[in-house]
């Protein structure tokens, strides 16, 4: 079997498995969704009233403006979101993590795949909530088919930039036990860069300029700002270099990184 074919099956096995594992926790899968929709809801609704405050816009953004945009990170947010630095402390601690390295396929391919099962069952969830969004806050897009051609590639390579960075980060948990620390520092970041809280081009321009600089904008805002045709198309090309090169670089550390982490995990008995 070729390599291509082989890992197509792989995936389509181990997606599956995912699939079935996400609905038997359905309910708390729920509730972990049900944040991942009123966060931007709070945001949508805060920005929506400063702009009718402020004579109908605040830096050019409309409500309906605000809607689209909350509307569209809430859908690019669950397709790029990963939780693994949420529980990598566990698996050591609990030697979840030693089955693991039993098996003869890294273990990042079940995140992946764990990680789509997941989004596909909860896409029952947050497509009703997006279109009761919808349906509230009337957004308006100015999206055409260029633009939707276009988010495709941003989105892929936006869910790799952000999971393989986040897998990366959480392997700090083989070395020290303040992983908490270090997820907590990372998420404030998250929250404030990618455009969750606020559009980037709200934001001061030292702050965008950090942010762009940084791999959180290109997890979440790029997307997004693509979808809804913010991106000039001469830009297009640069922000998807930028992409693969944030994920070179994700690659790189998690190679370097995670041979010496296995290495002191069974120096310490595993």
């Known amino acids: 079997m070729s390599g291509l074919r082989y890992f197509a099956a792989l995936y389509g096995t181990l997606t599956r498995t995912g699939i079935a594992l996400q609905i038997q926790y359905r309910a708390a899968n729920v509730i972990w969704m ?18 009718r405050e402020q004579g109908g816009s605040a830096d050019g953004w409309t409500p309906a403006d605000f809607a689209a945009y909350y509307v569209t990170l809430m859908f690019v947010n669950h397709l790029t979101f ?37 989004k596909l069952v909860m896409l029952v969830v947050l497509i009703p909530a997006a279109l009761v969004v919808a349906w509230t806050f009337e957004p308006r897009w100015n999206t055409g088919l260029a633009e939707t051609l276009a988010f495709v590639p941003a989105l892929i390579l936006a869910f790799s930039v952000r999971f393989l960075t986040e897998w990366s980060l959480a392997l700090a948990a083989f070395w020290t036990t303040r992983v908490t620390a270090v997820n907590n520092v990372y998420f404030t970041a998250l929250i404030f860069l990618s455009g969750r809280v606020a559009p980037i081009d709200m934001l001061p321009g030292w702050l965008q300029t950090v942010s762009a600089s940084l791999p959180f904008y290109w997890m979440v805002a790029f997307p997004v700002e693509v979808m809804l045709g913010r991106v000039p198309p001469g830009e297009l090309a640069a922000g998807f270099a930028t992409q693969l090169a944030w994920i070179a670089a994700a690659l790189g550390m998690l190679s370097l990184v995670w041979t010496r982490a296995v290495r002191r995990f069974g120096a310490v008995g595993g």
Not at 82 to 98: K, P, T, Y
Request: net charge negative; no cysteine; proline share 5%.
């Open 34 to 51: 049900l944040g991942g929709i009123i966060e931007p809801v709070i945001y949508l609704v805060v920005w929506s009233t400063v702009a």
């Open 82 to 118: 990963a939780w693994v630095m949420h529980v990598f402390q566990f698996r050591i601690q609990q030697g979840e993590l030693s089955f693991a390295l039993l098996r003869p396929i890294h273990p990042i391919h079940s995140d992946i795949a764990d990680n789509l099962g997941f």
